[in-house]
C-alpha cells in the first residue's frame, strides 16, 4: 500500500494557488456520473447524504443530475461532492499534493479546465469534491464547508 507525502498548506497560501485559476462561463445544468462502490461505501454515503450541509460556501444545495444520494451539489456553477469514487491513482504518487482541512485529509489535483478536485484520503470512503474555475476564488470554503460532515459520516481507516 502506497501512501503520498502531505504538503500542509495553510488557507492563504492554498486560497492563492485556487485564484490563480481564474473565471470563466457558466455551468448551467450541473450532471455528475454516479459512484457504483460497493453495499457498505454505499451506505456511508448515504449516510454522509443524510448530513450534507444545505449550504457550501454561501451556496444553495442544487444536486446535479441524474438524482442520487451518491452525488450532491451546491451553486451555479456547482460544486459537486461525489461519494464512494474510486481510489484515484494519484494517490501511489509520493509527490502529490495534499492537505487537510479541519481534520480531514485531501488528495489536490488541478484539472485541465482549471477546476480543482479534491478526494479524501484515510477515510473507510473515498469522497470526491470537484470546485470549477469559476468558483475557485473562495478557496478552501467548500471544504471547510463539508469537512465536519464528512468525519461525521466517514470513518478514518483505508477504504476497501
Known amino acids: 500500500m502506497n501512501f503520498f507525502r502531505h504538503r500542509l498548506l495553510g488557507l492563504p497560501a492554498l486560497a492563492l494557488l485556487i485564484t490563480v485559476a481564474g473565471c470563466s462561463s457558466a455551468d448551467d445544468n450541473a450532471s455528475a456520473a454516479v459512484p457504483s462502490p460497493g453495499a457498505g461505501v454505499t451506505k456511508l454515503c448515504r449516510e454522509l ?4 450541509p444545505s449550504k457550501v460556501d454561501d451556496q444553495d444545495r442544487r444536486d446535479p443530475e441524474p438524482v442520487s444520494a451518491l452525488t450532491a451539489g451546491w451553486g451555479d456553477p456547482a460544486i459537486i461532492l461525489r461519494c464512494g469514487v474510486e481510489r484515484p491513482s494519484k494517490m501511489d504518487d509520493p509527490e502529490a499534493d495534499g492537505v487537510e482541512v479541519n481534520g480531514v485529509g485531501w488528495l489536490l489535483e488541478k484539472q485541465d479546465d482549471g477546476s480543482f478536485r479534491f478526494t479524501t484520503t484515510l477515510r473507510k470512503a473515498y469522497v470526491e469534491v470537484t470546485i470549477p474555475k469559476d468558483r475557485t476564488d473562495d478557496g478552501m470554503a467548500p ?18
Not at 447524504?49 to 450534507?52: E, G, S
Not at 471544504?143 to 476497501?160: F, H, W, Y
Open 49 to 52: 447524504d443524510r448530513v450534507l
Open 143 to 160: 471544504l471547510v464547508d463539508l469537512a465536519s460532515t464528512v468525519r461525521k459520516a466517514i470513518p478514518e481507516g483505508i477504504a476497501d
